[in-house]
């Protein structure tokens, strides 16, 4: 297993939830960090927290990734640094929950190229100099919405599954360069995703974890070369049903527990 004192990190959406969770456990590690988000103030806190508390060097770059050229913009910034990046946590997303045919046009977009092309576009970016040193990789957040279709999120689960089956593939094509690609697929996480996302709190809390502990298994699992990382007993459960379940079958028990929920407006 790979450890991260002296290495640095690039993490996306780490103002809050499981990506300044992971920046936390990073800086623990002993990596110095590039911290990403739109809060500058978030973000500036956070990196005073860590640089006292670990003694590591944070720096603080603000991005919008939702935006159109958002992550060539945050590449351009970080190369300006003049850091290597040895670690790039694509984190930052987001979710909405309703009709698709209701939703705002902008806002799709907006997720898709979140959610997606930043974590395209930043992969190509950082990944060749990994390959080059040998060392580092990429951890990208997706989710176990990744795992089946789910109506009333259907962009949203469809996005994660991108993420998911492009780290897959990633994983398989660096394979012995002494890099390493994981996709995180947490379940519920008590975070400001659920209220962003128009999500109340349903049976699903059973299997919630918190930030902290998702991030502490996530970057167990990165570190040991892993794949995909479902973190939680409850969660890797209900992955293996969805994958062994007819799809008709999932699709439909997931809509009539969005539609009891409330989420199908």
Known sequence: ???????????????SGIGAELARQLAARGADLVLTARSKEK???????????????????????A????????????????????????NAGFGDAGVFAKAGADKLAEMVRLNCEAVVVLSRHFLPAMLE??????????????FQPMPFMAVYAATKAFVLSFSA??????EGSGVRVT???????????????RIEPGVERIAALTAAATAERALFAYGA?????VPGAV????????????RGMVTSFLSAAMKRSGRAK
């Open 1 to 15: 297993m790979e450890g991260f004192f002296g290495t640095r990190a690039l993490v996306t959406g780490a103002s």
């Open 43 to 65: 973000l500036d806190q956070l990196a005073a927290e860590l640089s006292a508390k670990h003694r590591v060097t944070v720096r603080v770059v603000v991005a919008d990734l």
């Open 67 to 90: 935006r159109p050229g958002g992550a060539e913009s945050l590449a351009a910034d970080v190369d300006a640094l003049g850091l290597p990046i040895d670690h790039l946590v694509n």
């Open 133 to 146: 040193r040998r060392r580092g990789g990429v951890l990208n957040v997706a989710s176990t919405a990744a």
């Open 169 to 174: 593939a990633l994983a398989k094509e660096v």
């Open 183 to 197: 996709a995180l697929c947490p379940g519920p996480v008590p975070t400001g995703f659920q209220e962003a996302a």
């Open 225 to 229: 070369g892993d794949v995909v990382c």
């Open 235 to 246: 969660n890797r459960v209900q992955t293996v049903l969805s994958k062994l379940a007819p």
